[in-house]
């Protein structure tokens, strides 16, 4: 089946490390994202992982893959109050056709 | 270099309506996808166009229907207005083929409002 889960809500305080998590069900997936999504705007792509890689690192963002258990999770460092917005993660299915998204997560960063 | 773009940013139709977004991809792009975000939800899959086809089609009624041109760019069309369609439309633009090269890029959407 196709379903991609997500907590609805997060908030941090500004300077804490924020951590998002989703699961996944297409164990065929060769590419994971994450997206940002600010209020009335489009989706801007944050960062990806390949599917054979259990870390990546950029800048203050960190994706961890655990394959076995299909749950992705990003971490942004010193969680800044711009950073407040709704974040999705998507996994491709069936080779490129689609992305299929979670319900997404709103991060509230408080000063 | 030019991100995707959409038009128009907002649109307000009644019922029964028809409707045409219009969407110009990332340069360099050769597919268009197009995605229905209702409020408070993650968006959802309506089709994507390759090479002026229809690559693939999500669980959308044959009222959505879409064309690509041959400079890529791509219309949505949608027939018989529902209260239900009222969403953000998104478009996202990618590069056929495989891997990291179908990674999809998003334009800024089109508000639809339907009353």
């Known amino acids: 089946g196709e379903d991609v889960e997500q907590s609805l809500f997060l908030s941090v305080r500004e300077g804490d490390s924020s951590v998002i998590n989703c699961t996944y069900t297409?164990?065929?997936?060769?590419?994971l994202y994450w997206y940002k999504q600010e209020p009335g705007a489009g989706l801007q792509l944050l960062t990806y992982?390949?599917?054979?890689?259990d870390m990546k690192q950029d800048q203050r963002l960190t994706v961890l893959l655990n394959k076995k258990d299909k749950h992705l999770s990003l971490r942004i460092a010193d969680t800044q109050t711009g950073d407040s917005a709704i974040y999705f993660c998507?996994?491709?299915?069936?080779?490129?056709?689609?992305?299929?998204f979670g319900q997404g997560t709103e991060l509230s960063v408080k000063p | 270099d030019a991100g995707v773009t959409q038009s128009p940013t907002h649109l307000i139709k009644t019922r029964g309506q028809q409707v045409t977004l219009r969407c110009s991809p990332k340069?360099?792009?050769?597919?268009v996808s197009w995605y229905q975000q209702a409020l408070g939800q993650g968006p959802q899959f309506i089709f994507q166009?390759?090479?002026?086809?229809?690559?693939q089609r999500g669980n959308f009624p044959d009222r959505f229907s879409g064309h690509q041109f041959p400079n890529y760019s791509s219309e949505l069309n949608v027939n018989a207005l529902l209260l239900g369609d009222s969403a953000l439309y998104l478009c996202?633009?990618?590069?056929f083929g495989r891997g990291l090269q179908e990674t999809q890029y998003f334009g800024p959407g089109t508000r639809l409002l339907v009353l």
């Open positions: 996202a633009s990618s590069l």
């Open positions: 166009y390759y090479e002026e086809e229809e690559r």
């Open positions: 340069s360099g792009h050769d597919t």
């Open positions: 998507a996994e491709i299915y069936n080779q490129g056709g689609k992305l299929i």
């Open positions: 297409d164990s065929s997936s060769t590419y």
């Open positions: 992982i390949f599917s054979n890689m």
